[in-house]
Every structure is written in C-alpha cells, then in structure tokens.
C-alpha cells in the first residue's frame, strides 16, 4: 500500500482548504493511514487533469532551433512541408514528441490523442517514434495513438496499405482520414478503406474534417452511415468539423440527434469565433466532445503550446464566456467530456476517484481558467510527477 496526504488544498476552488488522502491511486475517505507521505498544497486550487483530445507529437519543433515556415495555401502545400520538416530535422522524432508530450504532463495533461502522420514520405516511423514515447511516459501520460494519412488515403498510392500494417501490428488505437471529398477526391472510397481498416482490426476511427457548408455535412453523413452498418458506435470521431459550427436551431439539434444516436463524438482546437464548436449545445443534445492542441510549433505553423489549460481559455475567449458558469463549462470540456470521449475514468477528486490532479494558485476556478496561473505542482495516481514545470519522472 501507497498512501499520501495533499495537506491544505481547496478541491475546485472551494473556499475552505482541505486535506486529501489518496491510498494506492485513489482518493480514499477516512483517516490517512500510518506512515503516509505528507505533501502541502499551501492553500492552492486542486483541479482534475486535462485530455488533449486532438494533438500531432511528431510533426514538432519543440525545444529545437527556430524554424522559418514558407507560404502555404492548401493543404497538399502544408503537407509538402511537413515533409520538408521531417527531413531537415537531425534530432529524432521520438526525442522530439517526448520533449513536447513531458511539457505537456508539467502542464497538467492526463492523456491524449496523438495524429501521427503516416504517408509513404515517412513509413511507419512517426508511429514508432511516438509509440516510444508513450511508453517512456506510461507512469504520467495515457496516449491514444492516430495513424493519420494527412497526405491522403487515394491521393497518395501506398497510404492505405501504411494505415492498414499500422492497425495489424497493434501500435495504434485508431486509423484515420481526411476531406474525402476536398482533397482526396474519392468520399466512398477513402471511408470504405479507413472504416474498413477499423472493421477488421477492431481500432476505432477519427477523420479531419475542413469541408464547410452542405459540402461537410455530405461527409459527415457518410461517417454516420457507415458506423451504423459496421455497429461502431463509440469508436468514431470527426475532428474540426467547420460545417457544424453555422447550424443553428433545428439543423443543428437533428444533426446533433444523429451523431448521439451513432455515437459519434466530435473535437474543436478552438481555432475562432466562427469554427469553434457550440460544446455546451452538442453536450446536452448527446454529442462526445473533446478539446485539442493540434499542431505545435510544425510546418503549419510557429503558434501551440501543449498547455491544455491555454487551450481551455482560448475555448473560452472563442465561445464569448463571460459569466463564471460559462468560463467553468470550457475547464470542463477540457476534463470531463475528453475524459469520456477517450473512455478514462470521470476524475472529481473525490473518494474513488483516480487521483490526477494539478495544484495552482488562485482565487477559484474561472479565475484560474482568465489567468493561467502555473501548474505548481502536477499529480498522476497520487504521485507527484512533476513540480514547477519540471517532469520529476526517473
């Protein structure tokens, strides 16, 4: 048995500081048992972790030397120049998205889903890259690993043998595609060979999703037929989806009504105002939603942090929060819907609960969620993981 008392902190703000006893993981009622670790929170805000449910490890500069992007306009442009990256990089691809996923726990990340791209310009080594770092992080980080065809399924011959070989060999969770219908040009045949990539091998599925209008809404259609026909409810996910955020009223409660009833659930990076997702809306209509980086210091471009905390306020900013129930129910798209998006453990620091926790400074929750004060002291099943930005990891 493992056992740590968190002395003085205020779980989610509350204004009286508590202590919380944590035994083998799990916050646990009741006196602390003898010989437990005593760690003092001197009064800091104890707040679950965060899910970054949509982030590329393997495309990042993290902690490299700067690197000067050139103009792109599409995504086959972008894609070019993310295999430019690859090449002039000398640091390896492992050590560069462990670098960025520890930021990422310091920050206080308890999971998220990794999009690494597989394209013949790369093989398989993205995957293998980050597949390693997940497993150096496996005692602070839970990571869903994507292989991600981002130069195309059918545009791009060899591709969905790549996707395939991935989900057979087992590294990855989940296979998937990109504009069926703009870029690659083959709706039908880019989905049938994903989802039927994920029919056979038993991995779930994510698309990006660019397509605005009647055009997005055609592809997202198509999702939800074929996970119905396969009965993979639960295991489909549409990340972006531009074409949802100008529904209003009935459009978008039918669409909405849906996706719940085939359990697909949908991802925002917060880009704007006009992209974001309506999370709150799509939430009581039954919607899985979830909250992610993207990219980080890539060819794409110089901006990203990995900071979910960042991410939560960016959310906020883009969906006009202004009142503090507002600002709260961004933390939480952050926290409790990624959390059930990638089938964690719901984390509310009470007894039972897994103990993932972050300590800030602060006066209470939407305060921290305007201020983004640091994460002073960062918890993994009630062990201390990493303190003032650094991963304490051996």
């Known amino acids: 048995m493992t056992a740590t008392v968190f002395r003085n902190v205020r779980p989610l703000g509350a204004a009286r500081a508590v202590h919380l006893t944590v035994v083998d993981g799990v916050f646990a009622d009741g006196p602390a048992p003898e010989g437990a670790e005593v760690v003092d929170g001197g009064g800091r805000i104890a707040l679950p972790t965060l899910v970054d449910a949509h982030i590329h490890p ?17 995504i086959a442009e972008y894609a ?14 492992k050590d560069r998205a462990l670098r960025l996923m520890s930021h990422a726990v310091t920050q206080g990340t308890r999971a998220m889903r990794a999009h690494v ?36 399924v059918v545009r791009k011959p060899g591709t969905a043998e790549l996707l395939e070989e991935a989900a057979r060999s087992g590294a990855v969770d ?4 990109i504009d069926p219908s703009s870029f690659d040009e083959a709706l039908d045949e880019q989905l049938d060979l994903v989802f039927g990539i994920a029919d056979r091998h038993g991995v779930g599925v994510d698309i990006h999703l660019h397509d605005r209008g009647e055009p997005g809404l055609e592809v ?31 459009e978008l409660d039918k669409l909405g009504g849906e996706l719940a009833d085939a359990g697909i659930s949908l991802t925002t990076v917060a880009p704007s105002e006009s992209l974001v997702l309506p999370t709150r809306r799509l939430r009581e209509l039954g919607v899985g939603v979830g909250l992610g980086s993207d990219g980080v210091r890539d060819s794409w471009s110089p901006f990203g942090n990995a900071d979910m905390l ?3 306020h960016l959310l906020a900013e883009a969906q006009g929060a202004r009142l503090d129930e507002e600002l709260a129910d961004s933390f939480r798209v952050a926290a409790d819907d990624g959390a059930r998006l990638l089938g964690l453990p719901h984390l509310d620091l009470s007894p039972g609960s897994p103990a993932d926790f972050f ?6 929750l939407p305060q921290v969620v305007v201020d983004l004060p640091a994460r002073d002291v960062v918890v993994r099943a009630g062990r201390v993981v990493a303190r003032n930005g650094e991963l304490l990891l051996p």
């Open 58 to 74: 393997d495309k990042t500069t993290w902690g490299e030397p700067w690197v000067s992007r050139r103009p792109a306009s599409s």
């Open 80 to 93: 070019e120049a993310d295999a430019e990256l690859f090449r002039s990089q000398t640091t390896p691809l």
């Open 117 to 152: 791209d597989v394209a013949p310009a790369y093989g398989l080594a993205g995957v293998e890259g980050v597949v390693a770092a997940r497993e150096a992080l496996k005692d602070a980080l839970d990571v869903q690993v994507v292989a991600f065809p981002q130069h195309g």
């Open 174 to 177: 989940i296979v998937g595609g």
């Open 220 to 250: 997202v259609r198509a999702i939800v037929d074929r996970t119905r026909a396969l009965s993979l409810q639960g295991k489909v996910s549409i990340s972006h989806v531009f074409c949802v955020p100008g529904l209003q009223g009935v």
């Open 310 to 312: 960042h991410r939560v």
């Open 359 to 364: 300590l800030v400074r602060g006066e209470c």
